[in-house]
Each structure stands twice: as structure tokens, then as C-alpha cells.
């Protein structure tokens, strides 16, 4: 069964924000010619804001953030983020692998921005409403 997808915009706005908020102010999450100059595409967004952006997905899906059991990720691609007022989009889906006997529910996830997988291994379980 699949979930319905969540999709979520990153600007470059968001990624100062997340900058602030984690203390993580290298400037490959806001400066161009720094990303550009150590080998990136651009600019990229936190690996872990955009594991936060799945793990809001995950929590919407679960119904409560305190109904998420486990949730983990690998890093694959990066989240290029351009200099426009739209930014890039992620787009996060999910299919139910199992249902336990227990009410636990475990997701394969998919996370994909500019039709390129960013995450593998993407999974979570859930705690079961009920």
C-alpha cells in the first residue's frame, strides 16, 4: 500500500533559518560561490533538514510525532537549492512494508528532488493507531 505523497519546498531563506536553528552555518548551506568552489552543484541544503523534512512526512503519516517508533536515512545526493524565490522541491512517499501483529507498521520511503532519489535506505516504524 502506498501513502499519499507529502511534497515540501526548500528555499534558500529555509536553509539560514535551519542555519540558526542547528548552529551549522557552513557556508556550502548559503554561499555559491563556497558550495560551487569545493566541487558541489550549488548551494545544498542540511542533510539533516532534509531528514527532518521526511521525518515530518513520516509523523504526518504515523498521526503523532510521538507515534514514530524508529526512522533512519543515508545521505545519497544532495538538495540543490537555487537563488530564486521558489527554491527546489522534495518530494517524500512511502510504501507499507509490514504490519505486525504487535501494531507496528514499517515504511520503505522514498525521498526525491528534481526526479533524483536524495535518501537510501529510507525506513521507518510506526506505531499503529488503534
Keep these: 500500500m502506498e501513502l499519499p505523497a507529502q511534497t515540501y519546498r526548500v528555499t534558500r531563506a529555509d536553509l539560514v533559518r535551519y542555519a540558526g536553528a542547528s548552529g551549522d552555518f557552513n557556508p556550502i548551506h548559503w554561499n555559491e560561490r563556497t558550495a560551487t568552489g569545493v ?20 509523523a504526518g503519516w ?15 545526493r544532495p538538495v540543490v537549492v537555487p537563488d530564486t524565490d521558489e527554491g527546489t522541491e522534495v518530494e517524500v512517499s512511502a510504501v507499507v512494508k509490514e504490519t505486525t501483529e504487535e ?5 520503505d520511503i522514498t525521498a526525491t528532488c ?6 537510501s535506505q529510507a525506513r521507518a516504524l510506526i506505531r499503529t493507531a488503534g
Design 39 to 58: 566541487g558541489l552543484p550549488g548551494v545544498i541544503a542540511h542533510g539533516m533538514f532534509t531528514m527532518a523534512l521526511v521525518g515530518r512526512a513520516v
Design 103 to 107: 501494531g507496528l507498521t514499517r515504511l
Design 114 to 119: 528534481r526526479g533524483e532519489k536524495v535518501l
Design 62 to 76: 504515523a498521526g503523532a510525532p510521538d507515534a514514530v517508533v524508529d526512522f533512519g536515512v543515508r545521505f545519497t
